[in-house]
């Protein structure tokens, strides 16, 4: 019994370490129209199709019916040198440099005029994600592993041209949502581990409104609703632990967790017929991902052997994120009619303070210095590129592992120092017609 009350509490550590995951990281690549400027004004530049992500009203200002499709390319390298300890006793210390994965970020987008003031828009993007993968024999095996998670928006639109200077739109979406990691659960038995995978599909909602004072000068707001995922699949314990239950045991786990929302502005000025000027400023709540609570429902698998209707083991973990904003300037020379060239420079500020930090969400300060470029190749096709810098600073961990009731269980602990860089690619082709 002793073995089975072990697993089930494995079972809901790893669930929540998979989860802070997937809020933790927001995704920008979402247009390789406005990556090159670092996204500054990316909800008042109606470029392509691509601005009904960031702020519906805009596909409003798109005279042709346009189809945007692209991705972006994250090439990221992390640094982690520190040490684990059991008990308080150090078992093993890391230098580990290769556990962020690359990942591809596809997007794709339409939008059409219905008639001189009404436009609809259609939008698949990314809006959340996160890929990770350390070494088995790492310091912290026991807090991290693997972890690949992916959410992913399908989103209408509409948007309401009341005027040359005002324009309004509103955005609905439906987000799926899925997971699967694993870490190691067992220091007196290290091959065991334990494997998580679950899904859902939840709803949302966006609105925007773009202003334009004078025919030089566009500014947006748009807000983007929190979304609430619900979290269900299965995990899966592998090793010595589950021997006694035919060496490997599945039981149901569940996790309820909300994406925050967030309140953009957005500026757009040109200066001639040549230089044009972006800004923006982006606030995320994240305040409200204070805590992840756990439940991993039993009597269902030949882990518990207890009846379903007591079968709920709550486990806690502290998150106690703050409320963020993210800032933005960039600028771009139309060089002929042909090529214009884009720069730009981004400070995202992390939601993680630093006595929470966790080795699933080595999060820190980021700065991005970004250049692009669009070119019209005629026929009315454009294509965009983009490349970015992102550069974090260094910060510390100390994770500890935590009882269901909350309380620090002062048994595992990782300690240590994380330097996270990343290379973005980000292109795409708008055919208009």
Same mark, same amino acid.
Request: charged share 20%; net charge negative.
């Given at each position: 019994?002793? @073995?089975?009350?072990?697993?089930?509490?494995?079972? &809901?550590?790893?669930?929540?370490?998979?989860?802070?995951?997937?809020?933790?990281?927001?995704?920008?690549?979402?247009?390789? =129209?406005?990556?090159?400027?670092?996204?500054?004004?990316?909800?008042?530049?109606?470029?392509?199709?691509? /601005?009904?992500?960031?702020?519906?009203? !805009?596909?409003?200002?798109?005279?042709?019916?346009?189809? %945007?499709?692209?991705? $972006?390319?994250? +090439?990221?390298?992390?640094?982690?040198?520190?040490?684990?300890?059991?008990?308080?006793?150090?078992?093993?210390?890391? #230098?580990?440099?290769?556990?962020?994965?690359?990942?591809?970020?596809?997007?794709?987008?339409? #939008?059409?005029? +219905?008639?001189?003031?009404?436009?609809?828009?259609?939008?698949?993007?990314?809006?959340?994600?996160? &890929?990770?993968?350390?070494?088995?024999?790492?310091? !912290?095996?026991?807090?991290?592993?693997?972890?690949?998670?992916? /959410?992913?928006?399908?989103?209408?639109?509409?948007?309401?041209?009341?005027?040359?200077?005002?324009?309004?739109?509103?955005?609905?979406?439906?987000?799926?949502?899925?997971?699967?990691?694993?870490?190691?659960?067992?220091?007196?038995?290290?091959?065991?581990?334990?494997?998580?995978? $679950?899904?859902?599909?939840?709803?949302?909602?966006? /609105?925007?409104?773009?202003?334009?004072?004078?025919?030089?000068?566009?500014?947006?707001? #748009?807000?983007?609703?929190?979304?609430?995922?619900?979290?269900?699949?299965?995990?899966?314990?592998?090793?010595?632990?589950?021997?006694?239950?035919?060496?490997? =045991?599945?039981?149901?786990?569940?996790?309820?967790?909300?994406?925050?929302?967030?309140?953009?502005?957005?500026?757009?000025?040109?200066?001639?017929?040549?230089? %044009?000027?972006? =800004?923006?400023? %982006?606030?995320?709540?994240?305040?409200?991902?204070?805590?992840?609570?756990?439940?991993?429902?039993?009597?269902? $698998?030949?882990? #518990?052997?207890?009846?379903? &209707?007591?079968?709920?083991?709550?486990?806690?973990?502290?998150?106690?994120?703050?409320?963020?904003?993210?800032?933005?300037?960039? $600028?771009?020379?139309?060089?002929?009619?042909?090529?214009?060239? @884009?720069?730009?420079?981004?400070?995202?500020?992390?939601? +993680?303070?630093?006595?929470?930090?966790?080795?699933?969400?080595?999060?820190?300060?980021?700065?991005?210095?970004?250049?692009?470029?669009?070119?019209?190749?005629?026929?009315?096709?454009? +294509?965009?590129?983009?490349? !970015?810098?992102?550069?974090?600073?260094?910060?510390?961990?100390?994770?500890?592992?935590?009882?269901?009731?909350?309380?620090?269980?002062?048994?595992?602990?990782? @300690? !240590?120092?994380?330097?996270?860089?990343?290379?973005?690619? &980000?292109?795409?082709?708008?055919?208009?017609?």
């Amino acid at each position: 019994m002793k @073995k089975i009350n072990q697993s089930l509490f494995a079972l &809901s550590t790893l669930t929540l370490a998979m989860q802070a995951g997937a809020a933790g990281f927001a995704l920008n690549e979402s247009s390789a =129209a406005a990556a090159g400027t670092a996204y500054a004004g990316r909800g008042s530049n109606a470029q392509d199709a691509s /601005i009904l992500a960031a702020n519906p009203a !805009g596909i409003a200002l798109l005279e042709q019916r346009q189809v %945007t499709v692209g991705g $972006g390319v994250v +090439v990221p390298k992390g640094d982690f040198k520190g040490a684990g300890s059991i008990g308080g006793t150090p078992f093993r210390s890391s #230098s580990n440099d290769e556990f962020l994965n690359t990942s591809v970020i596809p997007f794709g987008y339409f #939008s059409m005029p +219905v008639d001189d003031q009404l436009s609809f828009g259609f939008g698949i993007y990314a809006p959340f994600g996160s &890929s990770t993968d350390y070494d088995d024999d790492w310091a !912290g095996k026991y807090f991290a592993d693997e972890t690949q998670v992916t /959410i992913v928006n399908f989103h209408p639109t509409v948007a309401y041209k009341f005027s040359d200077q005002l324009s309004l739109g509103l955005g609905v979406f439906a987000t799926y949502g899925e997971g699967e990691l694993s870490r190691f659960v067992n220091p007196l038995s290290p091959s065991d581990n334990v494997v998580i995978k $679950g899904d859902d599909v939840a709803y949302g909602w966006n /609105i925007g409104a773009i202003w334009q004072p004078q025919e030089s000068t566009s500014l947006g707001v #748009s807000y983007r609703s929190s979304i609430k995922l619900k979290l269900k699949g299965d995990a899966t314990g592998t090793g010595s632990i589950w021997n006694a239950l035919g060496g490997s =045991a599945t039981e149901k786990a569940k996790l309820d967790i909300t994406l925050p929302e967030t309140l953009e502005f957005s500026a757009t000025h040109e200066l001639d017929d040549r230089w %044009t000027v972006m =800004a923006g400023a %982006t606030w995320t709540r994240w305040s409200q991902f204070d805590k992840l609570v756990i439940s991993s429902d039993q009597g269902t $698998g030949p882990v #518990s052997g207890v009846d379903p &209707s007591d079968a709920t083991v709550i486990t806690y973990v502290p998150e106690n994120w703050k409320n963020v904003w993210a800032f933005a300037v960039g $600028g771009s020379y139309k060089y002929d009619d042909n090529l214009t060239l @884009k720069a730009g420079y981004a400070f995202d500020q992390s939601p +993680v303070k630093d006595e929470f930090r966790t080795a699933r969400i080595p999060d820190s300060d980021r700065n991005w210095l970004t250049l692009g470029a669009k070119y019209e190749l005629g026929n009315d096709w454009t +294509v965009d590129a983009a490349y !970015g810098y992102m550069f974090g600073s260094k910060v510390e961990i100390d994770e500890k592992n935590y009882q269901s009731n909350g309380s620090p269980a002062g048994t595992l602990n990782l @300690k !240590g120092e994380y330097n996270n860089t990343a290379h973005v690619f &980000s292109a795409s082709v708008t055919k208009r017609f």
